[in-house]
Nanobody, 120 residues
């Protein structure tokens, strides 16, 4: 099993910043992609940003230039620095991690979600 512990959500005014963290632990041999998704009320879950084991990043168009996704491989931790936040960024943010267990079986794990609320 793989456990993901998220932190850093909260409430902020438009224009403000927040930093999310997600630490992975458990039966982990290797981690490929780590990333963040979000789901706003009444909407589908969408990719916000992810980062490969080689530090290649991928961002949703709506957050490019405002959000930065990074990772610390030694700590199995992924971060999402969110700047210039907008009310439309309000959502539950979920950490996602994909890799392999020690027995070679692939995993695709999700965090419990952390609320981000941006007021105008």
């Amino acid at each position: 099993q793989v456990q993901l512990v998220e932190s850093g959500g909260g409430s902020v005014q438009a224009g403000g910043s927040l930093r999310l963290s997600c630490a992975a632990s458990g039966n982990i041999f290797s981690i490929n992609t780590m990333g963040w998704y979000r789901q706003a009320p009444g909407k589908q879950r969408e990719l916000v940003a992810d980062i490969s084991s080689g530090a290649r990043t991928n961002y949703a168009d709506s957050v490019k230039g405002r959000f930065t996704c990074s990772r610390d491989n030694a700590k199995n931790t992924v971060y999402l620095q969110m700047n210039s936040l907008k009310p439309e960024d309000t959502a539950v943010y979920y950490c996602n991690t994909r890799g392999r267990h020690w027995n070679g079986v692939a995993f695709d794990s999700w965090g419990q979600g952390t609320q981000v609320t941006v007021s105008s």
